[in-house]
């Protein structure tokens, strides 16, 4: 089994900033994509921004230039700073990694998500 648990999301005035963490555990051979995605009330979930082992990057327009995605990959770790926030940034964050287990091969896992919430 694999675990993803989020950390530092809060409350915060527009114009601040964040820095989200997600940290993956469990029995786990290797990760390739990790990312973070978010779901406001009354909207589906949307992608914020997705890495790769090997580094590269993929963003929504809307956060482009605002937040900045990144890994480590000897602690399984994945972060999302966040910077300029707006109020329409909140929502619930998730964490979502492509994961390859030591038993059951690969396999989509998520976080249980972390609210953000920015004031204006």
């Known amino acids: 089994q694999v675990q993803l648990v989020e950390s530092g999301g809060g409350l915060v005035q527009a114009g601040g900033s964040l820095r989200l963490s997600c940290a993956a555990s469990?029995?786990?051979?290797?990760?390739?994509?990790m990312g973070w995605y978010r779901q406001a009330p009354g909207k589906q979930r949307e992608l914020v921004a997705t890495?790769?082992?090997?580094?590269?990057?993929n963003y929504a327009d809307s956060v482009k230039g605002r937040f900045t995605i990144s890994r480590d990959n000897a602690k399984n770790t994945v972060y999302l700073q966040m910077n300029s926030l707006k109020p329409e940034d909140t929502a619930v964050y998730s964490c979502?990694?492509?994961?390859?287990?030591?038993?059951?091969?690969?396999?989509?896992?998520w976080g249980q998500g972390t609210q953000v919430t920015v004031s204006s």
């Open positions: 979502n990694a492509f994961v390859r287990t030591k038993v059951a091969g690969w396999g989509d896992y």
């Open positions: 469990g029995s786990i051979f290797s990760i390739n994509t």
């Open positions: 890495i790769t082992s090997g580094g590269s990057t």
